[in-house]
């Protein structure tokens, strides 16, 4: 439940927006990663990128560091390697699932029988 009381107001300065662009502008770097690392929604970010567009915040000449720059593809390349192992690790629980059940389901009665007819 919403908490009574104002709300808080955070104001953005104009160069603070703009590197905010920038940076999600990049190639290899995506919106909700630029927007998580400086604690804004992406929602703010994408409203950004639009007056971008039409020319209400200026872009060009805005410095960018290059070690945010890095950061953010590392952080990236981070995002999809543990997404591919959450779907590998998927793969081996049910696997496994899978085998104990066919164990499970295999009576010894029935390898007793195949012993003794040979």
Same mark, same amino acid.
């Given at each position: @439940? ?20 920038? &940076?999600?502008?990049?190639?290899? *770097?995506? *919106?909700? #990663?630029?927007?998580?690392? =400086? +604690? %804004?929604?992406?929602? @703010? ?11 209400? %915040? @200026? ?5 960018? #560091? ?11 390349? *981070?995002?999809?390697? +543990?997404?591919? &192992?959450? *779907?590998?690790? #998927?793969?081996?629980?049910?696997? %496994?699932?899978?085998?104990?059940? =066919? ?16």
């Amino acid at each position: @439940m919403a908490q009574p009381g104002p709300r808080t107001t955070y104001r953005y300065s104009r160069e603070f927006k703009a590197t905010a662009v920038r &940076l999600s502008q990049l190639p290899g *770097v995506a *919106v909700g #990663d630029v927007a998580e690392s =400086l +604690y %804004i929604h992406p929602f @703010m970010l994408s409203l950004w990128r639009k007056q971008a567009r039409e020319g209400l %915040i @200026m872009t060009k000449g805005v410095a960018v #560091d290059k070690e945010v720059v890095a950061e953010l593809k590392a952080l990236r390349k *981070v995002k999809k390697a +543990y997404e591919q &192992l959450k *779907v590998e690790h #998927d793969l081996l629980k049910k696997a %496994i699932a899978f085998t104990s059940e =066919l164990r499970a389901n295999d009576s010894p009665s029935s390898s007793a029988t195949r012993t003794r007819t040979r």
